[in-house]
Antibody, heavy 120, light 110 residues
Framework: QVQLQESGPGLVKPSETLSLTCTVSGGSISSYYWSWIRQPPGKGLEWIGYIYYSGSTNYNPSLKSRVTISVDTSKNQFSLKLSSVTAADTAVYYC??????????????WGKGTTVTVSS | SSELTQDPAVSVALGQTVRITCQGDSLRSYYASWYQQKPGQAPVLVIYGKNNRPSGIPDRFSGSSSGNTASLTITGAQAEDEADYYCNSRDSSGNHLSVVFGGGTKLTVL
């Protein structure tokens, strides 16, 4: 059974770069898409972007200038970097496995989420 | 970018049927997926594709779609179904393939 676990600093200073890693266990990172999603306190879900195991990416247009998602197949991990953070980037960050075909996109396995606070 | 619109809150009496809707132009081209999120927990996929349930999701959950509206129906709602529900789909507005979430619907079981 595939499991995902987010890891990274829980506190990031304004203007710095948020860095998180998602470790995939119980299965291979290959042949799937993988996504990052976030949820600000008391608000809804926001898609950040996804990466294919081969390295191709797609990002939320509203975050594209600040986001980089990468994959390390040797470690069965994928990562998120979000630069120039502000308090508005404070959120619970989730990683998820994606199934995507022509007519649909869904996330069938999710990590438990990790809280990131942006504060000096 | 396109948007998916959900009612912020819906209530249902225990054992009754409730429909949660999601509207958006992208739903004319793509199926919605639905997620249940309970307080302090990660979202859980409950419906995907035309009307598919992942293993372990009760058959009281079903999905449907018509035009620009996707619906999640819970037939015989249980107390444990009280949660936030989010819809999600691909989006191809503006010649850019993207992904969108609805704003979420808080379901209260009375």
């Amino acid at each position: 059974q595939v499991q995902l676990q987010e890891s990274g600093p829980g506190l990031v200073k304004p203007s710095e770069t948020l860095s998180l890693t998602c470790t995939v266990s119980g299965g291979s990172i290959s042949s799937y898409y993988w996504s990052w999603i976030r949820q600000p306190p008391g608000k809804g879900l926001e898609w950040i972007g996804y990466i294919y195991y081969s390295g191709s990416t797609n990002y939320n247009p509203s975050l594209k200038s600040r986001v980089t998602i990468s994959v390390d197949t040797s470690k069965n991990q994928f990562s998120l970097k979000l630069s120039s953070v502000t308090a508005a980037d404070t959120a619970v960050y989730y990683c998820a496995r994606v199934v995507m075909e022509i007519y649909y996109y869904y996330m069938d396995v999710w990590g438990k989420g990790t809280t990131v606070t942006v504060s000096s | 970018s396109s948007e998916l619109t959900q009612d912020p809150a819906v209530s249902v009496a225990l054992g009754q049927t409730v429909r949660i809707t999601c509207q958006g132009d992208s739903l004319r081209s793509y199926y919605a997926s639905w997620y249940q999120q309970k307080p302090g927990q990660a979202p859980v996929l409950v419906i995907y594709g035309k009307n598919n349930r992942p293993s372990g999701i009760p058959d009281r959950f079903s999905g449907s779609s018509s035009g620009n509206t996707a619906s999640l129906t819970i037939t015989g709602a249980q107390a444990e179904d009280e949660a936030d529900y989010y819809c999600n789909s691909r989006d191809s507005s503006g010649n850019h393939l993207s992904v969108v979430f609805g704003g979420g619907t808080k379901l209260t079981v009375l």
